[in-house]
């Protein structure tokens, strides 16, 4: 149910089976999906949906309409959204859904999160994974998504890489990070995480309650053949043309040591891990946002100033900064 070809990007995840070797956990992980999707829970059409169920002075007005746990037309509510006003509460539930619909009662569904895959598909995927043998990501794939998005390699490797983290909420060491590495990945998972690539996407089957991260690598398995992904690896142009789609494309190529002692010289890293300016709005999109511009005006000029120091004289992006740089300036001149 819901984002199910994430589900076989996350298990086809080459280094997925290293990560967790112990006590044959992976082997287990893949007999569970098996088995739920021969008891018809995944590829049988369930998906999360949300549905708006009124606007309230007090969160409690709606305790009894549609509460967590009750059944209307066969759709299950699971959870619930509070979206707070000046003084008042819009009240939303999330709701498991059988099949695609509009309305659930006489609640309006406003988003349903479900990248779909058939039942046998699925466990076509599960029977490959069982049988493969020693899988990596290539360098040619890490390099070919780096290009097309301007994630760090190292961070595709993690994306693309099992995404396991130690007790403690530390990218595993075994990913064997440098400090550069670590702190970049760390700032692109916030991003993919928190803001979500849907934020940018009005697709009412693209909710914004699924994760940057887990779009991509739904994007990795092909709808039309998802036992390549096992066996030849993702699906590179469908990764790059969904990040050009919603972030656009790279306005420069940079690797994670440039990218961290930019941070760094700017003071910028001092800063909440949501404050600091993501990599995708300094270096991905063609101008800031208007409606960020004060707030970022400052963060930005120091980043583009000493990235502009970087930088050799001969490289291909300074033409790049040189258009941002000028961008603020005349933002800054309309401002003032």
Not at 66 to 84: H, K, Q, R
């Amino acid at each position: 149910m819901h984002n199910e070809r994430a589900i076989i990007g996350m298990l086809g995840s080459p280094l997925l089976p290293h990560l967790y070797s112990a006590n044959n956990a992976f082997v287990d992980l893949v007999d569970f999906f098996r088995t739920a999707t021969m008891l018809g829970i995944f590829g049988n059409g369930w998906r999360c949906a949300l549905v708006k169920i009124g606007t309230f002075k007090r969160i409690d007005e709606a305790a009894d309409i549609f509460p967590v746990g009750s059944v209307i037309d066969g759709c299950l509510a699971i959870e619930s959204e509070y979206d707070w006003g000046v003084d008042e509460c819009c009240i939303s539930r999330f709701i498991l859904m059988p099949d695609d619909r509009e309305k659930v009662g006489e609640y309006t569904v406003t988003h349903q999160k479900h990248v779909p895959m058939k039942a046998e598909d699925i466990l076509a995927c599960l029977d490959a994974l069982a049988a493969a043998p020693e899988r990596v990501l290539g360098d040619n794939a890490v390099n070919t998504i780096s290009y097309g998005t301007t994630l760090p390699s190292a961070s595709i490797r993690y994306f693309f890489g099992g995404m396991k983290k130690d007790e403690n909420d530390k990218f595993s060491s075994r990913y064997k990070f440098t400090t550069a590495e670590e702190k970049v990945t760390q700032l692109h998972y916030s991003f993919l995480e928190d803001r979500y690539l849907d934020h940018f996407s009005d697709d009412q089957h693209d909710s914004p309650n699924i994760s940057g991260f887990l779009q991509l690598l739904a994007q990795a398995v092909p709808p039309g053949n998802p036992v390549s992904y096992i066996d030849h690896g993702p699906d590179l142009n469908a990764i790059i043309s969904y990040w050009h789609e919603r972030l656009g494309e790279p306005g420069i190529h940079i690797t994670a040591d440039t990218y961290y002692k930019v941070l760094v010289d700017s003071h910028l890293l001092s800063e909440p891990l949501w404050y600091v300016p993501r990599y995708e709005t300094l270096f991905s999109r063609t101008k800031l946002d208007d409606s960020s511009f004060a707030s970022n005006y400052c963060d930005c000029l120091a980043a583009y100033l000493h990235l502009a120091q970087n930088l050799e004289l001969n490289d291909p992006g300074r033409p790049f900064v040189a258009h941002k740089l000028t961008w603020l300036r005349e933002s800054a001149e309309k401002k003032t």
